[in-house]
């Protein structure tokens, strides 16, 4: 939970395969965001790679 004011920018990120998805990055940033963790998006571990 964040704290008035303050962004949290360690959790709440999805990722997937980049060999399992079809969408170009403009795609999945402005048509088709992720909904959450679901195949093929996991939690994405943050810092990490």
Do not use: C, F, H, Y
Request: charged share 15%; no cysteine; hydrophobic share 35%.
């Amino acid at each position: 939970m964040s704290e008035m004011g303050k962004t949290v920018l360690d959790s709440g990120w999805p990722a997937a395969r980049s060999t399992e998805i079809e969408l170009t990055g403009t795609q999945l940033t402005t048509t088709n965001p992720p909904t959450g963790p679901t195949a093929p998006w996991m939690e994405a571990v943050v810092p990490g790679t």
